[in-house]
């Protein structure tokens, strides 16, 4: 059984920076996108970066040139770095790899 | 960017009964559709992909259909564990886009 777990998330000031990690375990198929969802609070779900399983990279408008995101050659942990990071990127952030999805890992960006 | 149009946004059923989302695309894609199910302080749950293949282990009440850029999501008969908020996704181009949620209350 596939499991993804976040971790990374915190409390930070407006403009600061944060690193998200996604450990995951089982078996993922080779062709496995790894992806990054948040919901902020009282709000749907907002796609927020991908990297497939060629290396290409794709990120929401909102975030591009802010985040980084990256997997490891194994494919088995990937990272979302953010910085310059605004009160509106305050959300649950979710990491998503093979349609198996993580519980999430709370950031919230407030001065 | 392709829009996905989600309704209800909300509705009330009772347990048994059949209940049908839909999704809207604003352009044609193929059958690039996923649905989720979230409840609160779980990791959400994929139940279908390629818009009518169900993830592995959904139980079969679940099953999702496509016409043309209508996409439904149908519970044959809802479970109690069912109650929850239920999202589409187009993973047909990129930026990836989510409707906007349908939250299935008990009646």
């Known amino acids: 059984e596939v499991q993804v777990v976040e971790s990374g998330g915190g409390l930070v000031q407006p403009g600061e920076s944060l690193r998200l990690s996604c450990v995951v375990s089982?078996?993922?198929?080779?062709?496995?996108?790894m992806s990054w969802v948040r919901q902020a609070p009282g709000k749907g779900l907002d796609w927020v970066a991908t990297?497939?399983?060629?290396?290409?990279?794709y990120y929401v408008d909102s975030v591009r040139g802010r985040f980084t995101i990256s997997r490891d050659n194994t494919k088995k942990s990937g990272f979302l770095q953010m910085r310059s990071l605004r009160p509106e990127d305050t959300a649950v952030y979710h990491c998503?790899?093979?349609?198996?999805w993580g519980q999430g890992t709370l950031v919230t960006v407030s001065s | 960017d392709i829009q996905m149009t989600q309704s209800p946004s909300s509705l009330s059923a009772s347990v048994g009964d059949r209940v049908t989302i839909i999704c809207r695309a604003s352009q044609g894609i193929r059958s690039e559709v996923g649905w989720y199910q979230l409840k609160p302080g779980k990791a959400p749950k994929r139940l279908l992909y390629a818009a009518s293949i169900l993830h592995s282990g959904v139980p079969s009440r679940f099953s999702g259909s496509a016409s043309g850029t209508e996409f439904t999501l149908t519970i044959s008969s809802l479970q109690p564990e069912d109650f929850a908020t239920y999202y589409c996704l187009q993973a047909s181009s990129f930026p990836l886009t989510f409707g906007g949620g349908t939250k299935v209350e008990i009646k």
């Open positions: 998503a790899v093979d349609g198996v």
């Open positions: 089982g078996i993922i198929s080779s062709g496995a996108w």
């Open positions: 990297v497939r399983e060629d290396g290409s990279i």
